[in-house]
């Protein structure tokens, strides 16, 4: 693969360690091959935010999840969290929708959580996580709309948590289905940099993922 497109790929990762069991000493390793490769991100557990805002100084952004992994959680909790991370020095949080109220055709409640979580951010980046595999093709489309409407700037394929991950299939979707103002982040289970140059292609901004630095690393202790 070509330098510039894995350099093109690196950028638009968040670096992520997610993990319940994750070390503070995990984290740091993290946000130094965050630092060494130029990631967009470090995606880390909100326990660490603080701590990871100090080490990394302004070199690196920090996001955080909230809600996570399962998205339901109350809104109160969702938008407190949110206020603590920023109080605490990041810069992106991805938050998880309630799949649950999807299901029982809440949009309203899902939105109005939203605009909630992203009044707490302000002007920091909001990327909501809608859980693709949990969701029906119709259901994915109203997420789209809803996201469109909330203010946040992103919309994010998965967790990593559930039955499954970003797919090629969903990735095209969000981006069809999603107004231009919104980004797509594809997330969980990409294991390789050819699965992520098709997520850009297909209209990903934003790749989380562990996986990409650890095979940039691997390929330069080889070479």
Known sequence: MDQAVIDRIVRICDHTLLKPEATWEQIRSLCD??????????????????????????????CVVIGFPNGNS???????????????GVSEVDMVIN??????????????E????K???G????KVIIETCLLTQEEKIRMCEVVGESGAQFIKTSTGFNKGGATFEDVA???????????????????SLEDAEKFMELGAERLGTSRIIKILKERNAQS
Do not use: M
């Open 33 to 62: 091959d965050g630092v060494r490769f130029g990631t967009a991100s470090v995606c880390i557990p909100p326990c660490y935010a603080k701590q990871a805002v100090t080490y990394l100084d302004g070199k690196l952004p920090v």
């Open 99 to 112: 799949v649950g109220w999807v299901k029982d055709g809440l949009y309203d409640q899902v939105l109005d």
């Open 74 to 88: 109350t809104t109160a909790s969702k938008v407190f969290e949110a206020k603590d991370a920023i109080a605490n």
């Open 123 to 126: 002007d920091h980046t909001l």
């Open 173 to 191: 979707l969000l981006r069809k289905y999603s107004p231009a103002h919104v980004k797509v982040k594809a997330s969980g289970g990409i294991s």
């Open 114 to 117: 939203i605009r909630q979580v």
């Open 119 to 121: 009044a707490a951010v």
